[in-house]
């Protein structure tokens, strides 16, 4: 089992959708979650950053984590063409390295 | 966010010449940064990590004499691709880590090498 999976898509919406990305992992070490945005030819970008269990928002951004469930999601609300990038999730612990999920594309159509 | 600098965005080499490419953090000091490649539509690939002050640490099967790691100072980081081959062409992106209690790490806009 891959420490963190990620639904690699791609992930097709129109605009105005919501979009729901979700990762899960193995290592219940893991307490720090991160979601990258990545364009195309361009390093990523952080997006949202969060501390163990809970829901953090920031614009048209949610980021949840379950860390029961060992499950985190990135919900972006009324969803532009500007999103269509590629969203990495990773994770980080005391003592652990920063690890990546593989990435979902997603294309928002307008 | 902190500001990660990667140099050049990109580079074109003829077959058996080296390239240099750095990693800068402006606005913060960075004990660790991280080297990825990364093929198109594919996820990052940690190639290593380097440490200011020591040697690099090189992810397995990633040639050291190839990709040769330099970290002489907290704000800089080099990736010397010695004796290209078209193989090497990629797409490189460096990170560094932003340390403090809750540690983040902040990324490079990529390096494009296209080796003839």
Same mark, same amino acid.
């Given at each position: 089992? !891959?420490?963190?999976?990620?639904?690699? &898509?791609?992930?097709?919406? *129109?605009?105005?959708?919501?979009?729901?990305?979700?990762?899960?992992?193995?290592?219940?070490?893991?307490?720090?979650?991160?979601?990258?945005?990545?364009?195309?030819?361009?390093? *990523?970008? #952080? #997006?949202?950053?969060?501390?163990?269990?809970?829901?953090?928002?920031? &614009?048209?951004?949610?980021?949840?984590?379950?860390?029961?469930? !060992?499950?985190?999601?990135?919900?972006?609300?009324?969803?532009?063409?500007?999103?269509?990038?590629?969203?990495?999730?990773?994770?980080?612990?005391? &003592?652990?390295?920063?690890?990546?999920? *593989? &990435?979902?594309? #997603?294309?928002? #159509? *307008? | 966010?902190?500001?990660?600098?990667?140099?050049?965005?990109?580079?074109?080499?003829?077959?058996?010449? $080296?390239? %240099?490419?750095?990693?800068?953090?402006?606005?913060?000091?960075?004990?660790?940064?991280?080297?990825?490649?990364?093929?198109? %539509?594919?996820?990052?690939?940690?190639?290593?990590? $380097?440490?200011?002050?020591?040697?690099? =640490?090189?992810?397995?099967?990633?040639? %050291?004499?190839?990709?040769?790691?330099?970290?002489? $100072?907290? =704000?800089?980081?080099?990736?010397?691709?010695?004796?290209?081959?078209?193989?090497?062409? $990629?797409?490189?992106?460096?990170?560094?880590?932003?340390?403090?209690?809750?540690?983040?790490?902040?990324?490079?806009?990529?390096?494009?090498?296209?080796?003839?």
């Amino acid at each position: 089992q !891959k420490e963190v999976e990620q639904d690699p &898509g791609p992930l097709s919406v *129109p605009e105005g959708a919501i979009v729901s990305l979700n990762c899960t992992y193995s290592n219940s070490a893991f307490q720090y979650f991160m979601w990258y945005r990545q364009y195309s030819r361009k390093g *990523p970008e #952080l #997006l949202m950053y969060t501390y163990s269990s809970g829901n953090k928002e920031d &614009g048209r951004f949610t980021a949840q984590v379950d860390k029961s469930s !060992k499950y985190i999601s990135l919900f972006i609300r009324d969803s532009q063409p500007s999103d269509s990038a590629t969203y990495l999730c990773a994770m980080w612990g005391y &003592g652990q390295n920063f690890v990546f999920g *593989p &990435g979902t594309r #997603l294309s928002v #159509l *307008p | 966010g902190a500001v990660v600098s990667q140099h050049p965005s990109w580079v074109i080499c003829k077959s058996g010449t $080296s390239v %240099k490419i750095e990693c800068r953090s402006l606005d913060f000091q960075a004990t660790t940064m991280f080297w990825y490649r990364q093929f198109p %539509k594919q996820s990052l690939m940690l190639m290593a990590t $380097s440490n200011e002050g020591s040697k690099a =640490t090189y992810e397995q099967g990633v040639e %050291k004499d190839k990709f040769l790691i330099n970290h002489a $100072s907290l =704000t800089l980081s080099t990736l010397t691709v010695t004796s290209a081959h078209p193989e090497d062409s $990629s797409f490189y992106i460096c990170s560094a880590r932003w340390g403090g209690l809750e540690e983040k790490l902040f990324f490079g806009s990529g390096t494009q090498l296209s080796v003839l």
